[in-house]
C-alpha cells in the first residue's frame, strides 16, 4: 500500500505493508526463530514437572512462576550445576509460548546461539547476518542459558553484550541462567544483569539434583 501524503511530504509515493501482510511476516519471524530455539527438546520441563520441594529452589520457583504469568522485566537464575536454573527457565518460555502462539521465543544455550549466528557468515545458509541477528535481538521472549559458558573471545562478547545491551535499552522480556562466578562474567554485562530497576536477581542454593542420594560407595571398587 502506499501512504496518503501529498507531493513534497517524505512519506509520498512510499510503500508500506498492509496489516495482513505484517502479521504473515510476523508468524514467519517468528516461526524460523522458534525453529531454530532449544525449546522444543524442552517441552517437558514446565513448572508442573519441576520438584519445588528441594531444599534451596523454593523462592526461585515462586518467583520464576510469577515471571512466568507477568515476563515483565529480566529474570536472573543463579547458582551450581544441577540446582534447577534450565528448568525454571524453559518453564518460563514454555508458559509464555502457550500463551503467545504468535510470538517469537528464543531459548538457547549461550555458546550454541554464538555458533548459529558464526554459520550465518557462510554464504551457503542462504540467511544473512544481519537479519538473523535481529531476529535473536529482538525475540519476544529471550532466554540465554548458561551464561559464562562460552569461549570469550573478542567476537564473541562483543556480540553478547550487543544483544544484551539492546536489550536492556529496550526492557525486552530476558531471561538468564548462570553458574558461573560473576566475576568471571564481563563488567558491563554483569551490571545489567544486576539492575534492580529492570531486573529480578535470584540464587539458587540447592544440591545438584543430577546427583542427589548418590552414596560415595557406589562410585568406589
Known amino acids: ?103 517469537s521465543v528464543y531459548f538457547r544455550v549461550v555458546p550454541d546461539l554464538l555458533d548459529q549466528l558464526r554459520a550465518t557468515f557462510d554464504p551457503e545458509t542462504g540467511v544473512a547476518y544481519d537479519e538473523r541477528f535481529q531476529q535473536i535481538r529482538n525475540a519476544n521472549l529471550l532466554v540465554l542459558d548458561d551464561l559464562g ?25 530476558t531471561v538468564i541462567t548462570s553458574n558461573a562466578k560473576l566475576d568471571r562474567i564481563e563488567d558491563r554485562i554483569v551490571s545489567r544483569m544486576l539492575d534492580s530497576r529492570l531486573s529480578r536477581y535470584v540464587f539458587l542454593d540447592a544440591e545438584d539434583y543430577r546427583v542427589r542420594g548418590f552414596s560415595r560407595s557406589n562410585g568406589q571398587r
Request: hydrophobic share 35%.
Open 1 to 103: 500500500m502506499r501512504f496518503d501524503a501529498e507531493p513534497g511530504d517524505p512519506k509520498f509515493g512510499m510503500l508500506f505493508p498492509c496489516i495482513c501482510t505484517t502479521e504473515r511476516q510476523q508468524e514467519k519471524l517468528s516461526r524460523e526463530l522458534n525453529s531454530l530455539s532449544n525449546l522444543e527438546s524442552l517441552r517437558h520441563l514446565t513448572f508442573e514437572s519441576f520438584d519445588a520441594t528441594q531444599r534451596g529452589t523454593d523462592a526461585a520457583y515462586r518467583i520464576a512462576r510469577e515471571y512466568g504469568r507477568t515476563t515483565d522485566g529480566w529474570l536472573v537464575l543463579h547458582g551450581g550445576v544441577g540446582v534447577g536454573k534450565t528448568h525454571l527457565a524453559a518453564a518460563i518460555a514454555n508458559a509464555y509460548a502457550s500463551r503467545n502462539m504468535q510470538a
Open 149 to 173: 559458558t562460552e569461549n570469550s573471545t573478542a567476537w564473541a562478547s562483543e556480540k553478547l553484550f550487543q544483544i544484551i545491551n539492546h536489550r536492556y535499552n529496550e526492557q525486552l522480556p
